[in-house]
């Protein structure tokens, strides 16, 4: 295995008309992606494996080197909305993956692509793919137009799903803190749903029937939200204000029953943590999932009824070959993602493989790190994807 690679930061950029912005600054119409291409002391080869996330920031990603160390081209490409996703639009983020592809194909001569997608990059990657093998998208959830059928997205060869979840909103719904009964005072909450709280009635091992309950919180808290986010886009355009947006504070994101008891969708993950840190701190802190919204990016990104990057649901309209692994101690992206990943796809689609002890990121596991690259090498090569 080569150690050495060569890090050439570039950037990917195309016009896109729109009506007002919602990135900072840069010319009106104009897309500029910060990407890193990482090529091995070999050479760059005739594959590539591309990396996005929906909200970026992952050049340095142990798994994103350790891929070029072990001999593989590799791009991670950050979405125009780079480290602020408060108006981002899931679909504006398809497109943004799909300029990076065309550009490896046509500019950089890479004749095949793997996409890779990392936690939340799983749910992206497959949307992507969906979309350019079976393009639906002509708008965005709230209704602006926003038409993906007309970009003529390239199909990726082969997609690998690292450590990933489900969705975006799927993942942040099962992490709503349920007990909030007002969204302007988040203070009123119902006791009997607030596990953090110590008097809190119902303690871990929590019972079926509590978790079913606490589930069907989460979804009906979600689904007020969006209730109320549709209300106040319908108020704009009433008033003639199509473009319009309204950004609020969705508080308490970190709450999951899978923090406090570890029968929940057990793995090898401590007790009482995320990947964030004490969960309990995260609820109401600035770096949990959903907390600064803008309208419309809560309906592409969060909403639990109305985004598109329902990863299972993207995997059952894909039909090139699948790569899942899983991590055993994850404690962000818990085994059941894994599964629900796997199972959306077609049955012998998709191959998986766990790499036993592994945390969310490989920090500090080196050995799980490489375990997982030699599956990753190992697979590509069955499905003759190294060229």
């Known amino acids: 295995m080569s150690k050495h690679y060569d890090r050439t930061p570039y950037l990917v950029t195309f016009t896109e008309p729109s009506s007002f ?14 990407a890193h291409l990482l090529t091995p002391s070999a050479g760059p080869g005739k594959t590539v494996v591309i990396f996005m996330h929906p909200v970026g920031g992952g050049a340095y990603l142990p798994m994103v080197s350790a891929l070029a160390k072990a001999g593989l081209s590799v791009i991670y490409c950050n979405s125009r909305y780079r480290g602020a996703d408060s108006a981002l639009l899931m679909e504006k983020v398809v497109a943004d993956l799909g300029a990076c592809v065309r550009d490896a194909k046509e500019r950089l001569g890479f004749e ?6 990392w936690s939340g990059g799983g749910s992206l990657s497959l949307l992507y793919q969906a979309e350019a093998e079976d393009p639906q998208i002509t708008e965005t959830p709230a209704g602006d137009p926003y038409d993906l059928t007309a970009q003529k997205l390239i199909p990726a060869d082969g997609i690998m799903l690292l450590a990933a979840h489900v969705s975006r909103a799927i993942t942040m719904t099962e992490w709503l803190d349920p007990s909030v009964l007002d969204e ?3 203070d009123q909450r119902d006791r009997q749903l607030d596990i953090y709280h110590p008097n809190c009635p119902n303690q871990p091992p929590y019972s079926d029937d509590f978790v079913a309950r606490f589930r069907q919180a989460q979804i009906d808290r979600n689904r007020r939200i969006t209730d109320w986010v549709k209300g106040k886009l319908a108020d704009f355009r009433a008033k003639g204000l199509p473009n319009e947006e309204y950004g609020f504070i969705v508080h308490r994101t970190m709450c999951d029953v899978r923090w406090l008891d570890p029968q929940q969708d057990p793995n090898q993950r401590p007790p009482g943590t995320c990947y964030l840190g004490d969960p309990q701190t995260v609820n109401n802190g600035p770096v949990a999932l959903a907390r600064f919204n803008t309208l419309r990016g809560w309906l592409s990104q969060w909403s639990y009824d109305d985004s598109r990057a329902n990863g299972p649901a993207c995997a059952g309209r894909i039909r090139i070959p699948a790569f899942v692994i899983g991590n055993t101690a994850d404690n962000a992206c818990t085994p059941s993602h894994t599964r629900r990943l796997l199972d959306g796809f077609q049955s012998g689609q998709a191959t998986l493989r766990e790499v036993a002890g592994a945390n969310h990121y490989y920090f500090g596991q080196n050995d799980k790190l490489a375990e997982a690259v030699a599956h990753c090498t190992t697979w590509l090569q069955e499905q003759g994807l190294l060229a």
Do not use: C, H, I, S
Not at 22 to 34: K, Q, S
Not at 112 to 117: C, R, S, T
């Open 112 to 117: 095949k692509v793997v996409l890779a997608g």
């Open 21 to 34: 912005k919602d990135t900072y600054a840069g010319p009106m119409g104009l897309v500029a992606l910060e």
């Open 184 to 186: 302007n005072n988040p």
